[in-house]
T-cell receptor, first 113, second 115 residues
């Protein structure tokens, strides 16, 4: 069964450092998402992306965050200058046109020290 | 604005007993509703959905959910719980503003099934 792949599975970084989280969505999917889950808490929407541009973003997704689809397969989330409160599990998801179910990756755990 | 409420932080049930995890929603128009499960240190796995049709929908691992329009609820159920069902369960509704198929999640309910 096709999967959404995320790397790294866990990253530890110092406050103020830049972090890039990578995702490979399912190959024929066109809509991509990033969600965040602070440990054991609610899953929060960050951003959606379609046709090489952001279609919607939440209040959490401020100027420190950016997304990019640098090639035909990868979808990245960049945090420019990490803060302690960015520590969370970040989930990538994708969905195909006309489908109803988002497929999530296994997540990337970010720990900011 | 669309929203989802899961009123219970945790549900405890004995193995073999029926379980219910509650979810209510608020959405304009016809709701698209979903349940996802998260096992420890794992991602979100799709369990089941309601889009249209029969109010009782069946999903993975023997779970089912009942859509009740008048009560705006979509409770998750299973006739006989297993210890392996212990996990974090999220109810979600599809948001219709902006991003196609954006999901709005509830706060999650931790299910603990005791032997």
């Amino acid at each position: 069964e096709p999967e959404v792949t995320q790397t790294p599975s866990h990253q530890v970084t110092q406050m103020g450092q830049e972090v890039i989280l990578r995702c490979v969505p399912i190959s024929n999917h066109l809509y991509f998402y990033w969600y965040r889950q602070i440990l054991g808490q609610k899953v929060e929407f960050l951003v959606s992306f379609y046709n090489n541009e952001i279609s919607e973003k939440s209040e959490i997704f401020d100027d420190q965050f950016s997304v990019e689809r640098p090639d035909g397969s990868n979808f990245t989330l960049k945090i420019r200058s990490t803060k302690l409160e960015d520590s969370a599990m970040y989930f990538c998801a994708s969905i195909g046109t006309g489908a109803n179910v988002l497929t999530f990756g296994a997540g990337s755990r970010l720990t900011v020290l | 604005a669309q929203s989802v409420a899961q009123p219970e932080d945790q549900v405890n049930v004995a193995e073999g007993n029926p379980l219910t995890v509650k979810c209510t929603y608020s959405v304009s128009g016809n709701p698209y509703l979903f349940w996802y499960v998260q096992y420890p240190n794992r991602g979100l796995q799709f369990l089941l959905k309601y889009i249209t049709g029969d109010n009782l929908v069946k999903g993975s691992y023997g779970f089912e959910a009942e859509f009740n329009k008048s009560q705006t609820s979509f409770h998750l159920k299973k006739p006989s719980a297993l210890v392996s069902d212990s996990a974090l369960y999220f109810c979600a509704v599809r948001g219709f503003s902006g991003g196609y198929n954006k999901l709005i999640f509830g706060a999650g309910t931790r299910l603990a099934v005791h032997p």
